[in-house]
């Protein structure tokens, strides 16, 4: 179990995320390719990406990476000159054909931390994406991450974006929530206690009137490298 704690973040530090179904088909010559793709990102980018293959929540075959930079200028910086790179632009072409749907990029910025968030991602993150309804979404959620993680004793991260669309799989005004797991066995004994925990059921009778009732999205994926 980590110390509890609660800070906030400081508004400049991002998480990229971006995630890619692989046609059913093409799901072993596709997640290669990201491998490889991922694999010369973190060669030449210099903002490392994390890789993951998402077990639960999202459609088989899905594959994606995680990076995390200090403020947006950081990011952009590492990213422009690879968009310029012919061999990553050939390495992202060799994945796009093996895609369902196109892949989808989203920036978080990062509110509150709950719990001592780990200086790289975990084994296991589980991610709960809700829609904001109204300014005090994030109070609402950072009370109810700084919750779940003195229950459950893990670290919960809050982030929120102003960019996507109701197309997209991730809509504009989203809050998410990153819970940081160490192994499988942490969630057997973690989850059931706030499922069950009657202060959490509380909390989320709170959100009325805060979040869309409409969307959620709940995925949990595991690192792979």
């Avoid at 030449?44 to 994390?50: A, D, E, L, Q, R």
């Avoid at 991450?145 to 991260?157: E, N």
């Avoid at 989203?174 to 057997?188: S, V």
């Amino acid at each position: 179990m980590v110390p509890f704690t609660s800070k906030i973040i400081g508004g400049k530090m991002r998480i990229v995320q971006q995630a890619f179904s692989m046609k059913p088909e093409s799901i072993a010559r596709g997640t290669a390719a990201f491998a490889d793709m991922s694999s010369y990102w973190n060669e030449k980018s210099g903002v490392p990406g994390f890789t993951y293959m998402v077990t639960l929540g999202m459609p088989q075959g899905t594959v994606a990476i995680s990076m995390r930079a200090d403020s947006m200028a950081a990011f952009s910086e590492a990213l422009w000159p690879m968009v310029a790179d012919a061999e990553f632009q050939r390495l992202s072409n060799e994945v796009n054909a093996c895609l369902s749907t196109p892949s989808e990029p989203v920036m978080w910025q990062l509110m509150h931390a709950a719990g001592e968030m780990p200086s790289e991602p975990s084994t296991i993150v589980h991610q709960i994406t809700l829609r904001s309804m109204d300014p005090g979404a994030l109070g609402w959620a950072t009370e109810i991450a700084d919750y779940a993680s003195s229950v459950i004793g893990r670290p919960v991260v809050v982030g929120g974006t102003t960019y996507g669309s109701s197309n997209m799989s991730t809509p504009a005004n989203a809050i998410t929530f990153f819970t940081y797991w160490d192994d499988a066995a942490q969630i057997d004994e973690g989850g059931p206690k706030l499922l069950m925990d009657a202060g959490y059921a509380d909390l989320q009778q709170k959100a009325n009137g805060l979040i869309d009732p409409g969307f959620m999205s709940s995925v949990l994926a595991r690192r792979s490298n």
